[in-house]
Protein backbone atom coordinates (compact mmCIF):
# COMPACT_ATOMS: atom_id res chain seq x y z
CA UNK A 1 0.00 0.00 0.00
CA UNK A 2 0.82 3.70 -0.84
CA UNK A 3 0.80 6.43 0.97
CA UNK A 4 1.42 10.07 0.11
CA UNK A 5 1.00 12.24 3.66
CA UNK A 6 1.73 16.23 3.38
CA UNK A 7 2.68 18.59 5.97
CA UNK A 8 3.57 22.29 5.98
CA UNK A 9 -0.22 24.00 5.27
CA UNK A 10 -1.70 27.01 7.55
CA UNK A 11 -2.55 30.52 7.41
CA UNK A 12 -0.09 33.35 6.26
CA UNK A 13 -0.68 36.25 5.79
CA UNK A 14 -0.61 37.82 1.88
CA UNK A 15 2.84 38.58 0.79
CA UNK A 16 4.29 35.05 3.28
CA UNK A 17 5.89 31.96 2.91
CA UNK A 18 5.00 28.48 3.13
CA UNK A 19 6.84 25.11 2.21
CA UNK A 20 4.70 22.07 2.10
CA UNK A 21 6.43 18.79 2.23
CA UNK A 22 5.15 15.57 0.94
CA UNK A 23 6.76 12.21 1.78
CA UNK A 24 5.63 9.25 -0.48
CA UNK A 25 6.04 5.60 1.59
CA UNK A 26 5.10 2.06 0.91
CA UNK A 27 6.59 -0.23 -1.72
CA UNK A 28 7.46 1.67 -4.21
CA UNK A 29 9.67 0.84 -6.81
CA UNK A 30 10.09 3.74 -8.89
CA UNK A 31 8.80 7.68 -8.84
CA UNK A 32 8.20 8.80 -12.32
CA UNK A 33 6.51 12.42 -11.44
CA UNK A 34 5.79 14.01 -8.15
CA UNK A 35 3.81 17.56 -8.34
CA UNK A 36 0.82 19.72 -6.35
CA UNK A 37 -2.12 20.53 -7.23
CA UNK A 38 -5.10 22.48 -5.39
CA UNK A 39 -8.70 22.88 -4.80
CA UNK A 40 -10.68 25.81 -3.78
CA UNK A 41 -14.31 24.34 -2.53
CA UNK A 42 -16.88 24.39 -5.51
CA UNK A 43 -13.97 24.51 -8.08
CA UNK A 44 -12.02 21.59 -9.75
CA UNK A 45 -8.87 20.43 -8.83
CA UNK A 46 -6.09 22.48 -10.69
CA UNK A 47 -2.22 21.91 -11.08
CA UNK A 48 0.13 23.71 -9.16
CA UNK A 49 3.33 22.67 -9.94
CA UNK A 50 5.43 19.27 -11.29
CA UNK A 51 8.38 17.36 -11.38
CA UNK A 52 9.07 15.15 -13.76
CA UNK A 53 12.03 12.35 -13.17
CA UNK A 54 15.37 14.14 -14.58
CA UNK A 55 14.63 17.72 -13.53
CA UNK A 56 11.69 19.18 -15.24
CA UNK A 57 9.40 21.49 -13.72
CA UNK A 58 6.26 22.67 -14.82
CA UNK A 59 3.97 25.53 -13.61
CA UNK A 60 0.84 27.28 -13.48
CA UNK A 61 1.27 30.73 -14.96
CA UNK A 62 -0.42 31.87 -11.36
CA UNK A 63 2.16 30.83 -9.71
CA UNK A 64 5.33 31.31 -12.11
CA UNK A 65 7.89 33.02 -10.53
CA UNK A 66 6.16 32.78 -6.84
CA UNK A 67 6.40 29.07 -6.18
CA UNK A 68 9.15 26.47 -6.49
CA UNK A 69 8.93 22.95 -7.01
CA UNK A 70 11.84 20.78 -5.94
CA UNK A 71 12.10 16.72 -4.80
CA UNK A 72 14.57 14.55 -2.87
CA UNK A 73 14.24 11.18 -4.60
CA UNK A 74 16.40 9.55 -1.68
CA UNK A 75 13.65 10.55 0.53
CA UNK A 76 10.67 10.03 -2.26
CA UNK A 77 9.16 13.66 -1.00
CA UNK A 78 8.36 16.58 -3.23
CA UNK A 79 8.37 19.92 -1.42
CA UNK A 80 6.46 23.21 -2.46
CA UNK A 81 8.04 26.61 -1.89
CA UNK A 82 5.43 29.61 -1.76
CA UNK A 83 6.50 32.89 -1.91
CA UNK A 84 4.75 36.55 -2.32
CA UNK A 85 1.56 34.28 -1.41
CA UNK A 86 -1.86 35.86 -2.26
CA UNK A 87 -5.23 35.78 -1.01
CA UNK A 88 -6.01 33.91 -3.99
CA UNK A 89 -3.68 31.11 -3.36
CA UNK A 90 -6.22 29.45 -0.32
CA UNK A 91 -6.77 26.41 -1.50
CA UNK A 92 -6.25 22.93 -0.04
CA UNK A 93 -3.38 21.98 -1.60
CA UNK A 94 -2.76 17.89 -2.80
CA UNK A 95 0.71 16.06 -3.62
CA UNK A 96 0.67 13.85 -6.29
CA UNK A 97 2.49 10.59 -7.39
CA UNK A 98 3.12 8.34 -10.70
CA UNK A 99 4.86 5.88 -9.35
CA UNK A 100 4.92 1.73 -9.64
CA UNK A 101 4.29 -0.41 -7.15
CA UNK A 102 6.01 -3.60 -6.19
CA UNK A 103 7.97 -4.16 -9.41
CA UNK A 104 4.83 -3.59 -11.68
CA UNK A 105 5.26 -2.02 -15.11
CA UNK A 106 2.74 0.31 -15.46
CA UNK A 107 2.95 3.48 -12.95
CA UNK A 108 -0.55 4.56 -10.82
CA UNK A 109 -1.15 7.96 -9.83
CA UNK A 110 -1.77 8.21 -5.79
CA UNK A 111 -2.90 11.00 -3.93
CA UNK A 112 -2.12 12.37 -0.56
CA UNK A 113 -4.92 13.78 1.66
CA UNK A 114 -4.40 17.33 1.30
CA UNK A 115 -3.18 19.84 3.45
CA UNK A 116 -5.26 23.79 3.97
CA UNK A 117 -3.17 27.22 2.92
CA UNK A 118 -4.92 29.94 3.50
CA UNK A 119 -3.79 33.28 2.92
CA UNK A 120 -5.40 36.05 4.66
CA UNK A 121 -4.85 38.92 7.09
Known amino acids: QVQLVESGGGLVQPGGSLRLSCVAS????????MGWHRQIPGKQRELVAV???????TYADSVKGRFTVSRDNAKNAVYLQMNSLKPEDTAVYYC???????????????WGQGTQVTVSS
Open 96 to 110: HAALSVGGALIPGTY
Open 26 to 33: GNISKIYV
Open 51 to 57: DVSGGTT
